[in-house]
């Protein structure tokens, strides 16, 4: 197996792990009393990414890996991964608030609002790059910074309605 077939099937694993996950941790929020804000575009989130992913196994399955990419692809799932120990049961792939739950300010979230948001759009450039597929990563980089503006303005507004004021 090639390194770019493996990095490719790495990634699928990941994400398909990554759905379940979500699904957990909804299902365990919405038993807390957790409500879901703004579903209507989820469905835009999943085509978008679901394209970028099928994309790439089309375009890239047989092509040569950069690894400089490949390798700042990998760096991006170290924060990825502290994103996700951050958030802890609460990341979903949806927005679901616990209604006066305090807002995450570990990890990441101590510089940052949405870091995971950085990551993914980071993520949708690198690893297209790393099999050269230029104008690929700026056609799903321009795709995703469209649904993310949607979905970044419908996260803020209900983390501020639903979440726990900060202590001052």
Do not use: K
């Given at each position: 197996m090639s390194l770019g077939l493996a990095l490719l099937t790495l990634v699928t694993l990941q994400r398909m792990g990554e759905l379940a996950w979500?699904?957990?941790?909804?299902?365990?929020l919405k038993a807390r009393g957790?409500?879901?804000?703004?579903?209507?575009?989820?469905?835009?989130?999943?085509l978008v990414h679901a394209a970028w992913l099928l994309g790439l196994w089309i375009l890239a399955w047989d092509r040569?890996?950069?690894?400089?990419?490949?390798?700042v692809y990998v760096a991006l799932q170290v924060a990825r991964f502290?994103?996700?120990?951050?958030?802890?049961?609460?990341?979903?792939?949806?927005?679901?608030?616990?209604p006066r739950a305090p807002l995450v300010r570990t990890g990441l979230y101590r510089f940052m609002n949405h870091p995971n948001y950085?990551?993914?759009?980071?993520?949708?450039?690198?690893?297209?790059?790393?099999?050269?597929?230029?104008?690929?990563?700026?056609?799903?980089?321009?795709?995703?910074?469209?649904?993310?503006?949607?979905?970044i303005r419908a996260e803020t507004r209900a983390l501020k309605e639903f979440s726990q004021p900060q202590a001052t």
């Open positions: 979500a699904r957990r941790n909804t299902r365990r957790a409500v879901e804000v703004a579903p209507g575009h989820y469905g835009l989130i999943v040569p890996l950069a690894l400089g990419w490949a390798g502290w994103v996700l120990a951050s958030l802890g049961e609460r990341w979903t792939t949806r927005i679901v608030v616990l950085c990551i993914v759009a980071a993520e949708v450039a690198v690893l297209p790059l790393a099999f050269g597929l230029i104008g690929y990563a700026l056609l799903f980089s321009v795709l995703n910074a469209a649904v993310l503006m949607i979905r």
